[in-house]
C-alpha cells in the first residue's frame, strides 16, 4: 500500500490517505490535487474527508464540466448554496449574499478551474485529458446520476473548515470524476 501524500508536494496539509478504498489511485490523486489547484484563487483551506467510488448529490448545486481524452466523462462539483457564496466571494474578493446570476458564473468558472487542475495532474497518464467542455450549473436537490457499466469513479468530500460552525452541514462539498475508456484509445 501507498499514501496520497508520496504524490506530489503541493497542498501539505493532504493527510495521509491509505489507497485501499477500492478507488482508482491515480483519479484519486487528480480530484485531491485537481480540487487543491482550482480553488486555490479562492483561498479556501480545503480539507478532504472521505472518499466513495458513489457520486452524491446532498447538496443543491452541482457544477458540470465534460472531459475527453483516451477517457471521457465528466468532473461534478456538488456543494451548498452557502459553501457556493463562500468560494464566489474568495475568487472574485467581493462577498456575494444571493445565489444570483453573477454568483452561478463565478461557480461555473470555479468548476473550469477545478477541470483544468485535474486535466493537468493527469497529464502522461492512462487518463490523459485533451479537452474540456463549458461548464454547466444543476440547481436542485434530490436528483441521481447513473453511468454504464466499466466507469471509473471517485469522488472525495472535502470540508471549507474556515466557514462559520453555524453552517455545519453547508460547509462540505464533493469533487467527483467519472471517465469511460474511449473506444479506439
Known sequence: MFELDSFAPAAAYVPSLPLDMG???????A??????IGLKMTNAK???????RITTSRHGITVMVGLVGRHSGNMAINLSEAAALHLASGLLGT????????????????????AGGIK??????????ENIS????VIGH??????TRGISAVSVEF????MPFSTMTARYFSTTLSLLRTSGA
Open 23 to 29: 478507488v482508482e489511485p491515480t483519479l484519486l490523486k
Open 31 to 36: 480530484v485531491v490535487y485537481g480540487t487543491d
Open 46 to 52: 480545503l480539507t478532504p474527508i472521505g472518499t466513495s
Open 95 to 114: 462577498p456575494f449574499h444571493t445565489f444570483d446570476e453573477d454568483c452561478i458564473d463565478a461557480v461555473m468558472e470555479l468548476g473550469n478551474m477545478v
Open 120 to 129: 493537468s495532474t493527469l497529464v502522461d497518464s492512462l487518463f490523459d485529458i
Open 134 to 137: 463549458l461548464p454547466s450549473v
Open 142 to 147: 434530490n436528483y441521481a446520476m447513473g453511468y
Open 159 to 162: 470540508e471549507l473548515p474556515e
